[in-house]
């Protein structure tokens, strides 16, 4: 797989394929390579963006815009399966990787391309980051406080096209096995994003009004989300339906009349009164350890969750348990990382180390075809 790739959206999507067993060449600028490799230091001096999208992948420093890049491109693509990219628009095009050009040469190509906002329309030409692509998509108008629009606290617009490269590409690879054609794939990361936000979408379009703004607590289920405990942690809770209901007012609360109180009796009345169902919890819980609260909430099988920081997700003893922390190289060490979260019996994904700026040039070159001194002439006029 040949991979002009860059930031979060394409190397997430290609760091599956290849734990999966999949080898990925991945092109880097040779003056400074993918520009996430600079985001931090928090690494053991690397970068936490770039650590966590560039494991097990070869690097291969290339600057595509010399004369001399268009040969070995060439020769790459004549081995490759897949061709993916998340360019700027009409970048691959004028360096004749677009895919009309490339399917023609190889037909059994699965070209993938990762934008914005694709290759057509009004925003064709349009520059997206993710958290531009999440305004577009209106995750912030629904994300955050009644008084403050958030952004997610995570890179969800281009995770959303990395996973949707992903499956696109595996469902290429099927197809190609059975039929012999390759494939031309485009995500966007606004399409992509945008099916995550069909249930707000759609409540919208058909309920009149967006689901409200509401913290860290549902829009629209009630009780579902933080409550303060009396030892001031925070307990989350979520009742799904009328029998967990049912239970929590029993069990949790101690207050069975609140099930048969019209304010409360259905979920539809319960958002209406979200204040006063708060309300009623509250004086419950203030009066109580969290410890406490998650026995109570455990016993009548409500569920339940503490807030945890970054330190006890990584301590968790779920996945200690599991066994899902591993040992990957990388240019300044070993580093602990969780494995991916695919789990396939009989299958262990392959993790090798997150690879230095240009680490498999001359060994990528060799295997097609270059001589040292002919490598050595493409480092000395800067095209690797």
Known sequence: MVALEQVIAGPFATRQLAELGARV???ERPDGGDAARAYDTTVKGLSSHFVWVNRSKESLALDVKRPEAKEILARLLEKADVFLHNLAPGAV??????SAELRKKHPRLIWCGIS???????YASKKAYDLLVQCEAGLLSVTGSADSPAKAGIPAADIA???????????????????????TIEVTMLEALGEWMGFPALFAAYGGSAPPRSGAHHATIVPYGPFKAGDG?????????????AAFCDRVLARSGLKSDPRFATGPARFRNRE??????????????????????????IANARLNDMGQFWRHPQLEARGRWARVGSPSGDLDMLKPPFNLSGFE???????ALGEHTAAI????????????????????
């Open 161 to 183: 096209a990395g996973m949707y490269a992903f499956s696109s590409i595996l469902a290429a690879l099927v197809r190609r096995g059975r039929g012999g054609e390759g494939a």
């Open 116 to 122: 914005g906002y694709g290759p057509a329309g009004p």
């Open 25 to 27: 060449i991945k092109i």
């Open 276 to 301: 006063a169902m708060h309300e009623e919890i509250d004086a419950v819980f203030l009066k109580l350890k969290a410890a406490e609260i998650i026995e109570r909430l455990e016993a009548a099988e």
């Open 233 to 245: 942690e925070t307990v989350f809770l979520s009742v799904q339906n009328e029998r967990e209901f």
């Open 93 to 98: 095009e004028r360096l004749g990787l677009g």
């Open 349 to 355: 994904p392959r993790l090798d180390p997150v690879p």
């Open 365 to 384: 070159l060799g295997e097609l075809g270059y001589v040292e001194r002919e490598i050595e002439a493409l480092r000395n006029a800067g095209a690797v």
